[in-house]
Every structure is written in structure tokens, then in C-alpha cells.
């Protein structure tokens, strides 16, 4: 007889205990009770949770796991601040979380997919293609795993970064119900403005988002100025022109009122020139907004190379004289592999090997 498969007790929505907590015949303020062992205590086993009665605890443990992730390798970067993190997920697939500390600020830089479907040729993740997207609980369970790791060094995660493996658009109702999760101050309780999702460009995604209430900030990867230079490099892009993104990003801005953050992986010879960099200034032409260049980061099977000291600095002091306020990120934990674009995972087991409790 098969044993019953137990799920990621982070995939269970506040109605869902809801339901449990009615059919167990308890009151409804266990429901809050358990969202506060989860989310605020970040329980990491049912024994913790010592003020919810045994029938509750019985029914949570045998159906549902705690982590859902299993550390498969966890390493740390020579800058001293970078970590990472190879997970397991209970299907066997692979999924990398980042943990970066600053002097004031703690950023987790969280997955939403196995792979990635947009196939960026400099990117590791779209180098290793699609495997699936993450569940709610599967994104949360990351953002708790950092937390923990925070809280064990007296310190508070301040910020999360969708920036792992995967397009968080492409994952749209698990990322934006995950970020739910995140902001709530009876839960994660992550201000909002902590909070950024980062996308190659999805324009519907784009949309919908400017659509919801949320705070949350959005970056947009661009690394081109016309549709070639984009297709040259992502190998999706021919299904989203770009005079259409740009027509969505000024939209969003027109309903939130807020900046986007445009990124640009820049790369030697390939889009790095005075030429380029003034071509974007007339396609950013009257968006408020901010500029985050990448020098490139290597991976596995692209050949680029990042651009010289000489060539960032004069693409973003022409930008920054245009108008454009463009900075630099800071490259961290490039030792590692930790580094934007070069987080990926070994080819995932097949998905016969679900694990069985
Ligand atoms: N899929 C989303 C979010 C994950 S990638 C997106 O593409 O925006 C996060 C950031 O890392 C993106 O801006 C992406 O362009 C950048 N990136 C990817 N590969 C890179 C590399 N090899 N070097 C530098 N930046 C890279
Ligand atoms: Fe996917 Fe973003 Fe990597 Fe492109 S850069 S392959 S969209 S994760």
C-alpha cells in the first residue's frame, strides 16, 4: 500500500486551516495561533507548537512537512557576506537561494522556478532550461529558511529580491500570493518597498502587477535597445516587442507612481558602447526611473566577457549625465556562483522519485 505523500505545510492557505481547524472541532482562533508558530515563530516542527491541542498537531504532522527543502550544499563566499544554498525540493528538483548582509540591510534573493523557460543565452538558469515552477509554499519556505538564519545571528531579514532562478511572471499567482505572505504584517511582516520583482520583460505580468495594490518594486531586465539586440540575447524576446514593454512600463508607472528599476547585464563589445548607451537614453526617454548595471557575470556556457573598468564607467556616466540616475551593482559572491545569472542546478531526478513520508 502507498504511504500518503506529505505536502509543504507552507503551501496551506489561511482557509484551508481554516477548514482543518472547523473539521477538527476547534475554535477558529487556532487558525491565527498556527499562522504564528509558521510566520512569526517560523516554527521549524510541530512539538513548538505547544499551544495548539494534540488532535490539531496530529492531523499537521502527519500530512504536511515542515521544511520542504532539503540543503543539498550550502556554501559561503570569501567576501564574507554571500551565502548560498542548493535545495532539494520534495519532487528531487534543485532550486538556489541567495543570502546577501549588508552593513544595515539583509537581502534574500529568492527562486520561483526550476530552471527558466526564457532561455537568456548569458544566464546560467536559462542555460539549464525548464523544469517546473514553484509552489506558494515552496517560494515562502526559502524566504523562512533566510530568516532563520537571520534571526540566528540577532538580526531580522530586511529584503527580499526575486531575482533567483526562474521569471517570477512566468509564475505569476504563486509569486504575487507568496508576496501576500511576505508583506503581511501578521505574517512575514517585509514592508512591501522591501520587496522586488525582477522580470525579462513579461508584458502581461507588467500589467497585471500595476494592476494590484501593492507597494512591491519592479525591475526590468532590458540588456538591449531594439528587438535584435534582445533577441540576440534572449532567446524568447521575439514574443514581446519592445516598443510594447516600454508602452507597459510607462502604464505602470501612470498607475502606481513608482520608479521602475531597468537592468542591464552589461557585456563586452556586445552592448556596452557610447552608441548603446544613448540609444537608451531615447528609450527611457520620460520614465522616472533608475538604472542597475551588471558587469557580466561568467557562466558555464557563454563565451562574453564583462566589460572593462574604462567602458562601465563612461556607459554610466552618460547615462547619469542624460539624466538617467545609473549605478553599478556591487558583483558579490561571484566565488561561489552566487552572482546574478549564475545560479542553477544539476539536471532534477525524474519525477517518479517523489519522496514519501
Ligand atoms: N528572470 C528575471 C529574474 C532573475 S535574473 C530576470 O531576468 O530579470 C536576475 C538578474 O540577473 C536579471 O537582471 C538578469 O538579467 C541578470 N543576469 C542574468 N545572467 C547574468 C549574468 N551572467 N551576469 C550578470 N547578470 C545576469
Ligand atoms: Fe530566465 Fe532571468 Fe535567467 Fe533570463 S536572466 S534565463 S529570464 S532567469
Known amino acids: 500500500m502507498n504511504k500518503k505523500v506529505k505536502q509543504n505545510i507552507y503551501d496551506l492557505s489561511r482557509e ?3 477548514e482543518i481547524v472547523s473539521d477538527l472541532e476547534q475554535p477558529s482562533y487556532r487558525v491565527e495561533q498556527i499562522l504564528e508558530w509558521l510566520y512569526k515563530n517560523y516554527a521549524g516542527n510541530i512539538d513548538e507548537m505547544k499551544n495548539v491541542p494534540a488532535s490539531v498537531r496530529d492531523h ?47 537581502t534574500a534573493c529568492i527562486s520561483t522556478q526550476a530552471g527558466c523557460a526564457v532561455g537568456c543565452t548569458f544566464c546560467a538558469t536559462g542555460q539549464m532550461g525548464f523544469v517546473r515552477n514553484l509552489s506558494h509554499g515552496e517560494i515562502i519556505a526559502q524566504v523562512i529558511h533566510t530568516a532563520v538564519v537571520m534571526r540566528n545571528s540577532g538580526k531580522r531579514l530586511s529584503n527580499i529580491v526575486f531575482m533567483g532562478m526562474g521569471e517570477p511572471m512566468h509564475n505569476y499567482d504563486n509569486l504575487m500570493s507568496a508576496v501576500r505572505t511576505i508583506i503581511d504584517p501578521k505574517l512575514l511582516s517585509i514592508a512591501a518597498r522591501k520587496v522586488t520583482i525582477s522580470t525579462i ?24 535597445t531594439n528587438d535584435a539586440e534582445r533577441q ?3 532567446k524568447a524576446a521575439s514574443k514581446w516587442e519592445l516598443s510594447e514593454l516600454i508602452r507597459s512600463c510607462r502604464n505602470y508607472y501612470k498607475k502606481t507612481g513608482r520608479r521602475i528599476t531597468f537592468e542591464w547585464a552589461l557585456i563586452d563589445g556586445v552592448n556596452d558602447s557610447e552608441e548603446t548607451a544613448n540609444n537608451l537614453v531615447r528609450l527611457l526617454k520620460g520614465i522616472p526611473c533608475h538604472l542597475n548595471v551588471i558587469p557580466l557575470n561568467p557562466t558555464e556556457n557563454y563565451k562574453g566577457l564583462p566589460s572593462s573598468g574604462n567602458r562601465i564607467k563612461t ?9 538617467i540616475v545609473t549605478t553599478v551593482r556591487m558583483r558579490r559572491g561571484i566565488d561561489i556562483a552566487a552572482g546574478c545569472g549564475q545560479l542553477k542546478a544539476a539536471t532534477p531526478p525524474k519525477r517518479s522519485k517523489l519522496q514519501r513520508a
Not at 534543485?94 to 549588508?102: N, Q
Open 201 to 224: 520583460g513579461i508584458i502581461e505580468g507588467i500589467n497585471r502587477l500595476a494592476e494590484e495594490k501593492i507597494q512591491v518594486g519592479l525591475a526590468v531586465s532590458l540588456h538591449g
Open 60 to 106: 499537521l504532522n502527519s500530512n504536511y512537512i515542515f521544511k520542504g527543502l532539503e540543503i543539498e550544499k550550502h556554501i559561503k563566499s570569501n567576501d564574507g557576506f554571500t551565502q548560498k544554498w542548493l535545495f532539494k525540493l520534495l519532487d528531487g528538483s534543485l532550486i538556489e537561494t541567495v543570502l546577501m548582509k549588508y552593513d544595515k540591510r539583509a
Open 16 to 18: 484551508d486551516l481554516a
Open 315 to 323: 556607459f554610466k556616466d552618460l547615462l547619469n549625465s542624460a539624466g
Open 232 to 234: 540576440n540575447l534572449i
